[in-house]
Each structure stands twice: as C-alpha cells, then as structure tokens.
Nanobody, 116 residues
C-alpha cells in the first residue's frame, strides 16, 4: 500500500489548511483511518480518527479546530485544519487507526508549519 499525503504548507497563526491522503493498493473506505503528526523531537501521535461508521475522535489539542472526513471518492481522507497554532507545526501522516495494525510503509507525510 502506498499512502500519499498532501496539502501542507506555511501558514500564519489563525489560518487554515486542508490535508488530503490518497492510497494505492487499498481502499481507504474499508478501514478505520486517522491522521497522525510528528513534531521534531517528539513521537508520532494520533490527532484525529474516523471509524467505518463515521464516528470521529480528536486529540484534546485539536478538538474544535480540526475536522476529519472521508473524501467523496471514498478512497481519500481529509483533514480540515482551522485556527492553526504554532503548536500544530509538524509532519502530518495518514494511516489506519482504532487498531494496532498499520499500513506499511508510512507515507512521506506533509509538512505543516504555523508561524508568524
């Protein structure tokens, strides 16, 4: 499975970005999925997940600001990020969630940098 994340960039505090994740070799609509992020010197952490039934969960740090959804094509994953803060600066990845099983290898990620 090849995961490809895109949509990152440089944004000022308070700004918005929309991340996308696509996959080849798997139908993302068949899996619980999530967005993860890894800041320099920190471990990769789950920030948002969406179940097969559409239930969503968010890390406390992003609750109310980020929205995870599935793309209309059923094989993409979206993360809408609003009111971005410098603490959101990280490399963002998508992968399976709600299970210990993960697609390997992880994608390259997409860099989000929030700075004034």
């Amino acid at each position: 499975v090849q995961l490809v994340e895109s949509g990152g960039g440089l944004v000022q505090p308070g700004g918005s970005l929309r991340l996308s994740c696509t996959a080849s070799g798997a139908e993302l609509s068949e899996y619980h999925m999530g967005w993860y992020r890894q800041a320099p010197g920190e471990r990769r952490a789950l920030v948002a997940s969406i179940s097969l039934g559409g239930n969503t969960n968010y890390a406390d740090a992003v609750k109310g600001r980020f929205t995870i959804s599935r793309g209309s094509d059923k094989n993409s994953l979206i993360l809408q990020m609003d009111n971005l803060k410098p603490g959101d600066t990280a490399l963002y990845y998508c992968n399976r969630a709600i299970t210990t099983m993960k697609f390997t290898p992880w994608g390259q990620g997409t860099q989000v940098t929030v700075t004034s």
